[in-house]
């Protein structure tokens, strides 16, 4: 990946494309990178509303759930993406940030037949849908998982922009802006997207707890034999040691004989924040 003249020339060996939004401000010193998810039904529909002028928002880059990457700013010019927000003493992040946008439907809704629906009214099947309750409420709720190859180039283009501009923290857009947005919500894995960029310890994220009686097994997916203290019960407490696309690999918390010390893979759709 290489940046010139502030753009985005090449990830994966792909040209990124340009297309030039005109929701911009002045230059843009960035101090953060602020991740955000388009609650729109698509790559294309998103670009195509974020370089809207009546959007009145905008950010610097929209990563697809194939992996395309398009720019629509310099990323020394301020877009509009952070909205009212403040971190660490600093308020109105646009003038501090670069914005990623994810392509991501975002909160869905139950409906029947095992389907979810968005706000857009696009429904997803059970498979791409995580049930996860945000870090900032109090009830859980459906949220479109990312794919593999997504979070791998917002990965590798992160690192490229923090180690381009000395960026100092990785953020969710509901970590500057708490109550007011959801985004990237809880199926994005901030915690260790945050420590692989910045090179922090995993042991920094927070504990989880299963959300269901949940089998833990050897490896990352449904072909793995399960081991024994399968299930693990609703509200174990676990700590992520790796990540293989929606599987987690944890170290069991236990007490006592009743929950013995494991180590082994579930599903990340069956985690959430341990309150």
Avoid at 185 to 206: C, I, M, N, T, Y
Wanted: hydrophobic share 35%.
């Amino acid at each position: 990946m290489k940046i010139r003249h502030h753009k985005l020339e090449k990830v994966e060996g792909e040209e990124v494309p340009f297309e030039k939004t005109p929701n911009v401000g002045g230059r843009l010193e960035p101090r953060l990178l602020v991740i955000h998810y388009t609650a729109g039904p698509g790559l294309e529909e998103s670009v195509g509303w974020l370089c809207r002028k009546e959007a009145r928002a905008s950010a610097h880059l929209v990563i697809g759930r194939d992996g395309r990457v398009v720019q629509l700013a310099p990323f020394n010019r301020v877009t509009w993406h952070a909205g009212i927000s403040r971190w660490n003493g600093v308020e109105g992040l646009n003038h501090h940030s670069i914005g990623i946008e994810l392509d991501n439907a975002g909160r869905l809704e139950r409906k029947g037949g095992g389907e979810w629906t968005s706000w857009f009214g696009r429904t997803y099947p059970e498979e791409e849908v995580m049930e996860a309750t945000h870090k900032h409420e109090v009830e859980e709720a459906g949220w479109q998982t990312f794919t593999p190859k997504q979070l791998a180039v917002a990965l590798e283009v992160s690192a490229g922009l923090v180690a381009r501009y000395g960026l100092e923290e990785v953020v969710g857009h509901d970590d500057i802006s708490p109550g007011r947005k959801v985004d990237p919500g809880p199926a994005f894995p901030l915690g260790s997207f945050r420590s692989r960029l910045l090179g922090r310890e995993q042991e920094e994220a927070p504990t989880l707890e299963t959300t269901v009686n949940l089998n833990i097994r050897t490896g990352p997916g449904t072909e793995f034999e399960r081991l024994d203290g399968s299930p693990l019960p609703s509200g174990t407490r676990v700590e992520v040691v790796d990540e293989a696309a929606d599987w987690r690999l944890v170290d069991v918390l236990g007490d006592g004989e009743e929950l013995p010390d494991l180590q082994g893979w579930v599903h990340g759709r069956y985690l959430q924040e341990h309150r």
